[in-house]
């Protein structure tokens, strides 16, 4: 079972950086014809969560802008990294469902290789 918790409430000396960057890939394919688009969902993810997707999908203003962010901490002259996605620019309103990680020294989103 994941443990999920609210930023605020871990115990660390500070936060060092955070770093986002908006992430605007899509990870579906850009189909102009509809009924392609539907047969494809269907087939990918079957019939109940494609049309669960149409509907949550047809008020796009409402929708969220996702980050991929980089949340530098430090605790006890260490400096931790998390790898997350958030879709707030506050940090005490990340929402942490990873852990942490040990690093010697902070870098920049540019500087992780994309997979």
């Known amino acids: 079972m994941n443990n999920i918790l609210k ?6 000396n500070e936060v060092v950086a955070v770093d986002q960057k908006i992430i605007e890939e899509a990870d579906r394919p850009e ?3 509809k009924i392609r688009k539907l047969i494809f969902f269907i087939f990918r993810e079957g019939i109940s969560r494609t049309f669960h997707k149409i509907n949550s999908n047809r008020n796009k203003e409402v929708q969220p802008i996702k980050r ?7 605790l006890d002259n260490k400096i ?5 996605t958030q879709t707030t620019l506050q940090p005490e309103f990340f929402v942490i ?5 040990l690093i010697p020294e902070i870098f920049k989103m540019e500087d992780v290789e994309e997979e």
């Open 31 to 33: 189909l102009s014809n």
């Open 68 to 74: 991929k962010t980089l949340l530098f901490v430090s």
């Open 80 to 84: 931790f990294v998390n790898f997350s």
């Open 97 to 101: 469902k990873n852990q942490f990680y």
């Open 7 to 12: 930023f605020r409430d871990i115990v660390i």
